[in-house]
């Protein structure tokens, strides 16, 4: 039974970090239709950016991170600005392998730095653990599980309570009347954009006191994609249960099913709500048609 | 099928052959020339089922992967290469079509991540069904041989390879001009307006998919050969990415864009390495400057030639 | 159609028809000696592939700056092929054919290995030293083919069975990484623990790049489990103690050579104190060096601009036995006087403190021997000779 929550609060940290990316995931593709396959490495940059700005530029922690995410994030509004733009109204496919490539020049543009390709790095919080009876927990773990319920508390207030919330929300529903009904569609974009990519700069830094800093941390984001559609690849709230979903069930898998099954989980779930449920686990509205 | 329209790009490619072979030397052409045709086979799968069919796939290395295996695993039970490459390409097919069976519920993007997940599972089954695939630990594969006389030297599986692609792309231009070819292209504009006129869309998608994961499945009987060792990794998520890229370099309305794709993905980082080779300093020698090239090479295609180099918006 | 038919058997036969380039001491011209080096430079085990690659840099060059061997200077062609074995046998092409390398030194990674070694050997270049625990790297013998590193199944045979003698242990257990390495750290274990007549109690593998090992550490306390050896690599061997600690499991862990880094201690600080691992070359503390390591580890620092590591070492001595047989072989340079002088040197200990590495006609591997060390306060202290 211990044994069982101990890997119960491993699986739901590991699964809040799947959440946050596939929340990234879907904030940009409910906004503006883009499927993004660059936010691992949105997600390693923020982890690297905030290492840079703390171990190399020595600013302290809290300030290095906020930078980094800020940074992160100003780099996805530029991307957006610059590129991305190009690809609305195009094939999914075309947006696909724009953020790959624009991925791999991320990954290349670490990986020239001799000192990011060689050695992986910690950064120093979240090493203690906090004893609660029997129960250990490990402080990096809650540290993801906090930080997350925090961005979502504030996301949701933010799609609710302000205004540019309100409007990108208008904007994802339908673009062409929120346009009529004077939301500026092309800045909603680039807003979405940034925040996509301040989120996978969090989970990069929420990601660094559990598997370090290193060039090929954003692989992570391959477990993202089938939370996202576990969640219906539209719904915010969705992306979020799907990933904390996803880490349960794989880690409960590691510990009750057979040796290896735990890494085929992930797809075998994804393939069986897809089939199941082709509108997603949160779906009903407005899945389906995928174009 | 008017002549010159053959003709010309198959002289054009025999010429950027020569000029390789005498830039580069016979060998090292004759080597790059034999991984183009190969993944231009396998990328030809990509552009029948997301350019003629309209239907995303990520997971086309899956495809190549089955091919693969059951070259390598037919060839050490002693089937003849020759003999066992159709068997490659049915394997492939055979993929295909299973990897196509939830498009009946499931429609764009959607279907799109069912066969990445189809081609995750691939790649797990190949590494736990260890007492068939070994693994991890991969297989070696004996070198492309007929009756006593094996493909040992560059030209020869150059020559191979080359031929394996010219008669594919024959083929598969038949198959295009033929009721079927129409099918996919009306189901790729519009699948409503294709059910109401007779096609059955299914039906369509299903073809697609068999037709594309055989000509990967082919692509994947050859490249075991070539490299001589496969393991499950090599056909993972980056080489299903690397098809697609291929396919969409190269254009994929057109069937000559597997073959310009497959020159940009296989001979550009070559090029990158040739060229960084006279470059100074020690900065060039950075693994990150090649990511970073091929990665500019791929957005940049991506942006200025959408509909890829090969170019037509459709047929 | 039947013109393409035609023409493709023309093209075809006037392909087979090209001449192969003949290779007679290539790569050795009167200035220069060329080696080629297929490295993973972005891969999965990139962490090692740059370490490696300026560890044969810098004896490389000490050896030009010396004069070069015999007057002639040594050039290290290097390309990543990032653990892929097309773009392996790519780069092995290239450096065979347009730079005619004549040999080739510490190909990173397996799968690269297995793809490009025919390449190699058919050209008649040297394959030396590759980073690969498979045993075609040097079984059946080639006279061109030499290893200097044994399968980790030697090495995790050997150490199993002293850990298991020293500590008594009755449970042993395995977290392995699932793939070739992982398999062939398994066959060495329960190769090690048969000789004892122990069982291998419980073995649980992951993925690699897992995240979260807590599953399997859950299920192997499960197992009741004393000793739990780990085929795993830096992140996971940390990751591992990390998790075993957390849950208050003080059982004691041995790790393989991949896991023998000071990256290690770094990464884990006080979770990984006291964690056994198998070593092959010391680590290169600059802390209480003899003054002609602390020499090498400053000159490395100035030259690269991070401090050296286990790999540094590894490239370093590799290079350097490069350089001697080399240098032994004389003025005629070709790849099999080059094998022949290789198998009669005999590589006694450095200031690094390697093991002594012995070819003979008949026995391509240079060394089966590791032995076994600590960490304790914070660095890895080797804790036993050489084991037989």
Partial sequence: MLAFLQVLSSGIAIGCVYGLVALSFVLIFKATQTVSFMQGDLLMLGGFAGLALHLAAGWPLALAALAAVLAVALLGAGLERAVLRRTIGQPHLV???????????????????????????????????????????????????????????????????????????????????????????????????????????????????????????????????????????TSLPGALAGGVFLGVAEALAGLVLPEGAKDVVPYVLLMAALLLFPTGLAGGRGGGDGR | MRRTAVLRPLLAWALLLALAVAWLGADFAFGQATLVATYAIAGLGVVVIIGQAGQIVLGQGAFVALGAYAQALLVQAGVAPLAALPLAAAAGALGGALASLPAGRLGGLYFGMSTLAFALIVEELLVRWESLTHGSAGLVVPAFGLAGWTAGTPAAQAAISLAVLLAVLAVCARLLASRLGRAWRAVREDEAAAAACGIAPAAAKLRAFAVGGALSGLAGGLYAHWIGFISPEQFGLVFSFELLMLAFIGGTRRLAGAAWGALVVVAIPQLIAVLRDTLPGDWARSAGLELMLFGAVVVGVVLLRPQGLAGGSGR | MKRLRSLALALSAVMAGAPAHAAEAAGVSEREIV??????????????????????????????????????????????????????????????????????????GTPVVMATMPVVLDAGRLHLFPFSPHKATYEPLHPLKFQNFAPYQDYMEAATRHMVERGDYRRSCLLYQDDDYGQEVMRGVEAGLGRLGRPLVERTGYKRGATDLSSQIARLRAADCDLVVLATVVRETVAAMAEARRIGWQVDMLVTASGYSAQTHELGGDTVEGLYGVSVLPHPYAEGANPRLAGWIERYHARFGTAPNVWSVMGYTLADMFVRTAEATGRDLTPAAFARTLERIEFAGDDFGSPAYRFSADDHLGNRHGRLAQIRNGRWELITDYLR
């Fill in chain 1, 95 to 233: 947006a696909v392998l724009l953020t790959f490539g624009l991925g791999m020049m991320m990954r290349g543009g670490v990986a020239s730095v001799p000192a990011a390709a060689q050695d992986m790095y910690r950064l120093p919080f979240a090493a203690d653990t906090l004893v609660l009876g029997p129960l250990v927990l490990a402080a990096s773990h809650l540290w993801v599980i906090g930080a997350t319920v925090v961005l979502a508390l504030l996301l949701a207030a933010f799609f609710r309570h302000t205004r540019a919330g309100i409007a990108l929300r208008a904007c994802a529903e339908d673009a062409r009347s929120a346009a009529l009904m004077g939301v500026p569609v092309a800045r909603m974009h680039t807003l979405a954009w940034a925040l996509g990519a301040g989120l996978a700069a969090v989970a990069g830094l929420l990601l660094a006191p559990i598997t370090f800093v290193h060039l090929n941390m954003g692989f992570i984001a391959l477990k993202a994609f089938p939370a996202a559609v576990l969640g219906g690849l």
């Fill in chain 3, 35 to 108: 080696v080629g080096h297929v490295s993973d430079l972005s891969g999965p085990i990139a962490m090692l592939g740059t370490p490696v690659r300026d560890g044969m840099l810098m004896r490389f060059d000490e050896a030009n700056a010396a004069g070069g061997v015999h007057g002639r200077m040594l050039r290290l062609v290097v390309e990543d092929a990032g653990y892929d074995p097309k773009r392996g046998v790519l780069a092995a092409r290239k450096l065979v054919q347009r730079d005619k390398a004549f040999a080739f030194i510490a190909t990173m």
